[in-house]
C-alpha cells in the first residue's frame, strides 16, 4: 500500500446498506470485511487505507459533520430532515424512493378548514413541504409504522417514504401528493474534502464512474 491517509466511511445500516457495499465492489474499493461483519461496527481493512463503519442513518451525518468520519452514505431523506453541515458531492441513484403525503382512501383531506394533523418520522420535511403550499397542519412526530397516525384517528394524513407502495396499500392508504424523490446520496466533511484531496478525488472518482457505468446500461 502506498503511504496514503486513511479514509473513514460511514454506510447507513438496513435498507442501503447492500446497496452500498455492491457498489463499493463494483468500483474495486475493497469492503470484503463487511460480508461476515456479525456484530462488529468498525471494518478496517490491512490492505488499504480505508475503513468502514456501520451506524444509523442520521448518525451517519453527524459522524461526518464532526469529522471523525470522512465520507457517508446515506438517504436524501436523513438529508432533507437533519439541517447539518458537509458536502453533498454525489448522488449513488440506487435506494429509489419518495416522500409523500398519503391518508385514507376517500378522505377529504385538502377540504375543510379545519387545521389537519400529519403523523410523519420527518417532521423538518413535513412542515418545510406544508409551509412551502401555504397549508398550516400540526405534525405529530412519530418513530415508526407511520401508518398507523390515521388508522387510529391520531392524524390526517402522514408524510413518509413510499418505495413499493406495499405499506400504503395494505393498510389502506393512498397517496394524495408526492413531495420528491430520493436516493442514496455520498457526503464528505468539510475539512476532510481539503486534508485528503487525493484519496478522497479517488473513491469519488471511482464510485462516479460505476455510476456512470450502470446508468448507461
Ligand atoms: C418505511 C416507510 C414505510 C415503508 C415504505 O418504513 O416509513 O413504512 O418503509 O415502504 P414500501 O412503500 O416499500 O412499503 P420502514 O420499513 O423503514 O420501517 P418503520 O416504519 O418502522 O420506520
Redesign the pocket.
Known sequence: MENKQTVRIALTK??IEQGAIDIFKAADIDCSELLNKGRKLIFENKCSNIEFVLVKAADVITYVEHGVVDIGIVGKDTLMEYNKSFYEVLDLKFGC?KFAVAGPKNSNFYEGYNRKKIAT?YPNVARNYFRTIGQDVEIIKI?????LGPILGLADAIV???????????NGLVIYEDICSISARMIVNIASIKMKKEEIGEIMLKVQREVSKREAV
Open positions: 438496513g435498507r424512493c418520522k418513530e415508526g409504522s407511520v401508518e413518509d417514504i413510499v418505495e413499493t407502495g406495499n405499506t400504503l396499500k395494505e
